[in-house]
């Protein structure tokens, strides 16, 4: 069984910057994909990036497009645990959200929440003057 904590989650103003970090646990590879979801009280949750566990390949939400980056730490992957990264530049205030790491999906994609069995307790971003 998977086990993942994240970090790095605060308040920062328009404009700014933050890196979210995701701990895996477990064997990462038997889920398809690492992802980073956010969720907004009342909103579905949302598939932000993610990383195919086999072949690396990234994919983002077209919302954040040219603003954030996920990557992983590959001194640090094994196949028993791995971290991955979420930066986070020209943050806006719609940005605001907490911010989930999560492993599994489907061959359907990367974004769908009901794919993924293993997530993290999530860690709150807040974007305002």
């Known amino acids: 069984q998977v086990q993942l904590v994240e970090s790095g989650g605060g308040s920062v103003q328009p404009g700014g910057s933050l890196r979210l970090s995701c701990v895996a646990s477990g064997y990462v590879k038997s889920h398809m994909y690492m992802t980073w979801f956010r969720q907004i009280p009342g909103q579905e949750r949302e598939g932000v990036a993610a990383i195919d566990t086999v072949d690396g390949r990234v994919y983002y939400a077209d919302s954040v497009k040219g603003r954030f980056t996920v990557s992983q730490d590959n001194a640090k992957t094994t196949d028993l645990g791995r971290t991955m990264y979420l930066q986070m530049d020209s943050l806006k205030s719609e940005d605001t959200a907490m911010y989930y790491c999560?492993?599994?999906?489907?061959?359907?994609?990367?974004?769908?929440?009901?794919?993924?069995?293993?997530w993290g307790q999530g860690t709150q971003v807040t974007v305002s003057f």
């Open positions: 999560a492993a599994g999906g489907s061959w359907k994609g990367p974004f769908s929440p009901a794919n993924y069995a293993a």
